[in-house]
Nanobody
Framework: VQLQACGGGLVQPGGSLRLSCAAS????????VGWFRQAPGKKREGVAS????????YYADSVKGRFTISKDNPKNTVYLQMTSLKPEDTGVYYC???????????????????WGQGTQVTVSS
């Protein structure tokens, strides 16, 4: 199983980025899938998650209305569209898949069964 995340970079405050996470060895639509981030010196935190078959999506309060999680099932890829980026959004972003419910995945990083490698997002002027 491999989750390959990409799309990070340097962006100015107020800008946008789209992260992608392509999966191999598993079918994302069979799992709850989520995005997490970790800022320097801080714990990894859940940002967004979606249930299998995208029945439910959940977001951390800090990103509601600015971030959107979505999946492209034929491509077996999950995305995180990030808009109105703020400096506090800076961190390494990870994708993950879990057999646990999506809300559990969002709130408990230990619930993840599979992790992708991180992609750095830096929001700075």
């Amino acid at each position: 199983v491999q989750l390959q995340a990409c799309g990070g970079g340097l962006v100015q405050p107020g800008g946008s980025l789209r992260l992608s996470c392509a999966a191999s060895g598993l079918t994302l639509d069979d799992y709850a899938v989520g995005w997490f981030r970790q800022a320097p010196g801080k714990k990894r935190e859940g940002v967004a998650s979606t249930s299998n078959s995208d029945i439910n999506t959940y977001y951390a309060d800090s990103v509601k209305g600015r971030f959107t999680i979505s999946k492209d099932n034929p491509k077996n890829t999950v995305y995180l569209q990030m808009t109105s980026l703020k400096p506090e959004d800076t961190g390494v972003y990870y994708c993950a898949a879990s057999g646990a419910p999506a809300l559990v995945l969002l709130t408990q990083t230990g619930a993840s069964d599979y992790w992708g490698q991180g992609t750095q997002v830096t929001v700075s002027s």
